[in-house]
Nanobody, 111 residues
Framework: QVPLVESGGGLVQPGGSLRLSCVAS?????MGWYRHVPGKQREVVAT??????SYVDSVKGRFTISRDNAKNTVDLQMNSLKPEDTAVYYC?????????WGQGTQVTVSS
């Protein structure tokens, strides 16, 4: 398993949007987006298993996970961003593989 490569992070004002993308090297049947804030445990934000999507309560209605089989990518569309969404975001298989963690992409929500 090659570590996945995430992109699309940046600085955005509260209420703004970002779209994260992840290029996978293997199967994308069961994938997740995770985030990590220093001092806290990494948490799973969204998963897509087959065609079934699920989200942590704090992002429901604001984030959407999707898969592009032709490109072998998994995206995370993030709308109505809040300061508490600030974190480093990672994608990995779900459940995550130890050798699947990439560098992540920083998302900062601030005015």
């Amino acid at each position: 398993q090659v570590p996945l490569v995430e992109s699309g992070g940046g600085l955005v004002q509260p209420g703004g949007s970002l779209r994260l993308s992840c290029v996978a090297s293997g199967s994308t049947v069961s994938m997740g987006w995770y985030r990590h804030v220093p001092g806290k445990q990494r948490e799973v934000v969204a998963t897509i298993i087959g065609s079934r999507e699920s989200y942590v309560d704090s992002v429901k209605g604001r984030f959407t996970i999707s898969r592009d089989n032709a490109k072998n990518t998994v995206d995370l569309q993030m709308n109505s961003l809040k300061p508490e969404d600030t974190a480093v975001y990672y994608c990995n298989q779900y459940p995550p593989r130890d050798d699947g963690w990439g560098q992540g992409t920083q998302v900062t929500v601030s005015s």
